[in-house]
């Protein structure tokens, strides 16, 4: 009697440390996945920082050509109030311009009657 529980103990602490072995294998197993894990992990991170830094790049460039189409924009429209003051006064001076030569014909084609007038005069004079 007494060697049956001996041998049962036995088989007991054999099965026990065969779970505590398996149990440590898997340990140390989940311990390299994790490590293996971590590594991953932090390579992700500098990949992300890295990542983070090109979007500010982006960001920082963004903010310039925002800076240089307003700017152009500006001016642009700056142009463009310029461009329509001279355009006024363009037109303006056309409309003058206009009224002058309107006003030369005018006084042109009443000496041109008088010159006529004048010369039938003569020739009537000289038929005379």
Do not use: C, K
């Not at 990949?47 to 830094?53: G, I, K, L, P, V």
């Not at 500006?74 to 001076?93: K, P, Q, V």
């Not at 006084?107 to 010369?119: A, D, H, K, T, Y």
């Amino acid at each position: 009697m007494t060697q049956e529980p001996l041998e049962r103990r036995v088989r007991t602490v054999e099965e026990a440390i065969t779970i505590l072995t398996e149990t440590q294998l898997r340990m140390e197993s989940n311990f390299e996945y994790m490590a293996e894990t971590q590594r991953e992990l932090q390579v992700s991170q500098r990949e992300w920082q890295a990542s983070q830094r090109e979007l500010q790049i982006g960001q920082r460039e963004l903010q310039a050509n925002q800076a240089y189409m307003a700017e152009t924009h500006r001016m642009l429209a700056d142009n463009i109030d310029t461009l329509t003051e001279l355009m006024s006064r363009m037109d303006e001076r056309q409309t003058i311009i206009e009224q002058r030569q309107a006003e030369t014909d005018q006084r042109f084609n009443v000496l041109l009657q008088e010159i006529r007038f004048m010369n039938r005069r003569n020739r009537d004079q000289d038929e005379q």
